[in-house]
């Protein structure tokens, strides 16, 4: 399946995204939840090539509005820059600001998976109470367990497209050619945020601000609690089995 271009919602809401196909026409909708670099961004590309619907990372339209050179961050999005820089939590307001602009990306008839959103119990509440207004619900929230040693190894270890933004890892999916991406060729960059300094902060935030949501999740009787231990192909397979989608895509042999 082809990677969706999702501008509207990377750069500009008021845009029309390249046609997204959803798995045999039913929208998947599903939030992944876990710490820092636990990878969900990496399973979220692996199930998009499932199920289709769209990545969606709060963390990725951060990071797009910071090196877009084209266009002034609203002063919501400048604010919000400043807090990422530091490894902290962007305000909840300033956050459903944002998503909500990207409604229709919500609304998507491709579904989504959302990735770094919600973060926060208010996030969480703001994001039920949209989709019931708008009739919509979620099909799962998956939630990724790894110990803090291998998620730190990870973090430090992660490296970036600075163009694509596709991601590898210095030791566990090294590009074919040092410091360059494999799909575009551009150069590979390390986020501000993988820095020692920042790691910490960001894993006490996650530990205070974005582990409740694991208890509110499971309330609503949707949590699905999986070990982010192993390969990328092996915690996707895993996953497709909790969201009981094997029969569908069995494993590569
Ligand atoms: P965001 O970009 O969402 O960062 P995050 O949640 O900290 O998650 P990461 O992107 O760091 O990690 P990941 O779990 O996606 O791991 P990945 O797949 O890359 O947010 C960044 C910042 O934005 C936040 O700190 C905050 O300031 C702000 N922000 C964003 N959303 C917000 C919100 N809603 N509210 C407030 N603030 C918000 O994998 C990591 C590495 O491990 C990679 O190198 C990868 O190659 C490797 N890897 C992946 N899987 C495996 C595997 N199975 N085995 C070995 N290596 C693996």
Redesign the pocket.
């Known amino acids: 399946m082809s990677t969706p271009d999702r501008v509207a919602w990377l750069q500009n809401p008021a845009t029309k995204c390249s046609p997204v196909h959803s798995h045999n026409g039913t929208p998947w909708r599903v939030v992944?939840l876990?710490?820092?670099?636990?990878?969900?961004?990496?399973?979220?590309?692996l199930l998009h090539q499932r199920l289709g619907a769209c990545h969606l990372?709060?963390?990725?339209?951060?990071?797009a509005a910071a090196t877009r050179k084209d266009c002034v961050p609203s002063p919501a999005m400048a604010a919000?820059l400043q807090?990422?820089?530091?490894?902290?939590?962007?305000?909840?307001s300033?956050?459903w600001e944002m998503?909500r602009e990207r409604a229709g990306c919500l609304r998507c008839g491709g579904g989504f998976l959302l990735?770094?959103?919600?973060?926060?119990l208010s996030?969480a509440q703001s994001l039920n109470d949209f989709l019931q207004q708008e009739n919509l619900a979620l099909n799962a929230v998956i939630d990724?367990e790894l110990p803090i040693p291998?998620?730190v190894?990870?973090?430090s270890?992660?490296?970036?497209c600075s163009k694509c933004k596709a991601?590898?890892?210095?030791?566990?999916?090294p590009p074919e050619h040092d410091g360059i991406c494999d799909h575009c060729g551009s150069a590979l960059i390390q986020?501000e945020?993988?820095r020692p300094e920042?790691i910490k902060?960001?894993l006490a935030?996650?530990e205070q601000?974005?582990a409740p949501l694991i208890a509110f999740y499971r309330n609503l009787g949707l949590l699905l609690s999986i070990p982010?231990?192993?390969?990328?192909?092996?915690?996707c397979a895993r996953s497709l089995v909790a969201l009981n989608l094997q029969a569908e895509f069995p494993p590569c042999p």
């Open positions: 992944l876990g710490a820092p670099g636990v990878g969900k961004g990496t399973q979220a590309e990372s709060t963390g990725d339209v951060f990071r919000a807090y990422m820089r530091r490894g902290e939590l962007v305000p909840d300033t956050v998503v990735d770094g959103f919600p973060r926060t996030q990724y291998e998620i190894s990870r973090l270890g992660r490296r970036t991601v590898f890892h210095v030791a566990n999916q986020r945020d993988d920042s902060v960001r935030a996650y601000s974005t982010a231990t192993g390969s990328p192909e092996q915690i």
